[in-house]
């Protein structure tokens, strides 16, 4: 078979428990976004515009869901003979199986399928962030340096950047320092966590690292340092378009609400660079004559009698009348009682609000997002506090 450039490994085990109820039945990665995606739509739709057509997809953490949306990987083109997608659990040895320990020792784990695939480069992405990234430029400006590893680097403000991987480099873009969560950030250049190893390189530092009694097998903390210190081409590939970490409820929120205005902060419509997804095919959405519908983004089978103001629809959900919906995101196939009251609020899929329920109260903003896990009743008349959470289940 035909050496392959550049293959992708995904991230997408993570448990995600700063989404809470989200994440109690699913993986992060399969939490749905933007009326009619799944976060992973955006790694997987970012190698097809990229031309990387094989891709693993490392799952741990609740993966039936997210198994069966990837599937073939048909809906991002990824249904190839020799390549295409392929779903990675933790790899099942003859005295049973064995969790992924850090995401170094995820992709270790994986070393046969590196092999089985034998490309020159690898890329290594996270499955929780939103963004579009054309992997090929920073694969050439990597093959160009001749560099062992090289990482995106995006600038976040000053205040955040002890949430993130942070380095300093020169005009050469070559890596000068490099720290994990630092307390005291000396520069705001954040990784991004998107790595290109070349093959050879990454085997024998996950062999290396995998042998270190002290390690917990992690990228950032643990990998990178060490080759930084052992004087390895390590170089930063800077990006400047959208990008976010959706790993809170409230960063989850906002990149949900940069998607509505004429002008969004991210356009989920730019033809030359699609986001691809798999949705069941619905009918047209439709608004009764009593429903408004407002700065706001919604995709197929919606039913609006109400009214809807800064607020992303998913498919199939149903706004019964009088219901007034604020500053919300409701994923797919919900109900929305009639006359319930939500202002900042986040329902999760299949969720039935009862009539004249209030979800959020005057306290409400995007620090205090109500959230509702998938599968829940909530039943008529019911008030939810601002920023309460509530699993899945039924509440009376």
């Not at 270790?108 to 963004?131: A, K, R």
């Not at 995709?299 to 103001?309: L, N």
Request: aromatic residues 8%; proline residues 4%.
């Amino acid at each position: 078979m035909k050496k392959k450039k550049c293959i992708a490994m995904l991230l997408a085990g993570g448990q995600g428990t700063r989404l809470f109820a989200l994440t109690n039945s699913v993986a992060k990665p399969a939490v749905s976004f933007g009326a009619k995606y799944r976060i992973i739509d955006f790694p997987l739709s970012n190698c097809t515009n990229s031309g990387i057509d094989t891709v693993g997809v490392l799952t741990q953490y609740q993966p039936l869901i997210l198994n069966e949306y990837v599937g073939n990987g048909e809906p991002w083109d990824l249904d190839r003979s020799y390549g295409g997608v392929h779903t990675l659990p933790p790899y099942q040895a003859k005295a049973g199986g064995e969790w992924y320990k850090g995401t170094a020792n995820a992709i270790y784990q994986n070393l046969h399928f590196l092999d089985e695939y034998d490309s020159e480069h690898v890329l290594i992405l996270s499955g929780d962030h939103i963004y579009k990234m054309d992997y090929s430029k920073m694969l050439a400006q990597h093959i160009s340096h001749g560099a062992d590893c090289t990482i995106a680097a995006i600038d976040v403000p000053k205040d955040e950047a002890n949430r993130f991987g942070i380095m300093g480099y020169g005009a050469d873009m070559r890596i000068t320092s490099f720290e994990e969560k630092p307390k005291s950030p000396k520069s705001n250049h954040a990784s991004m966590g998107v790595y290109i190893f070349k093959k050879d390189v990454l085997v024998r530092e996950l062999i290396t690292d995998a042998a270190d009694k002290s390690s917990v097998n992690d990228f950032g903390k643990n990998i990178i340092p060490k080759m930084l210190k052992a004087g390895c081409g390590m170089y930063a590939y800077s990006f400047a378009g959208y990008w976010k970490d959706v790993g809170t409820v409230t960063s989850l929120w906002e990149a949900n609400m940069d998607l509505l205005g004429e002008k969004p902060v991210f356009d989920l419509n730019d033809p030359s660079f699609k986001v691809y997804s798999r949705n069941e095919p619905l009918p047209p959405s439709y608004i009764g004559d009593t429903g408004k519908f407002i700065n706001s983004v919604m995709t197929t089978g919606c039913e609006i009698y109400g009214t809807v103001i800064n607020s992303v629809i998913g498919e199939g959900v149903t706004v019964k009348q009088g219901a007034v919906i604020e500053n919300s995101v409701v994923m797919q196939g919900s109900v929305i009682g009639k006359d319930v009251k939500m202002n900042y609020g986040m329902v999760d899929e299949n969720v039935v609000i009862g009539d004249g329920s209030v979800i959020g109260d005057e306290q409400s903003d995007k620090m205090h997002i109500t959230l509702i896990g998938r599968d829940t009743v909530i039943a008529v008349g019911t008030k939810l506090r601002s920023g309460e959470i509530i699993e899945k289940g039924s509440v009376e």
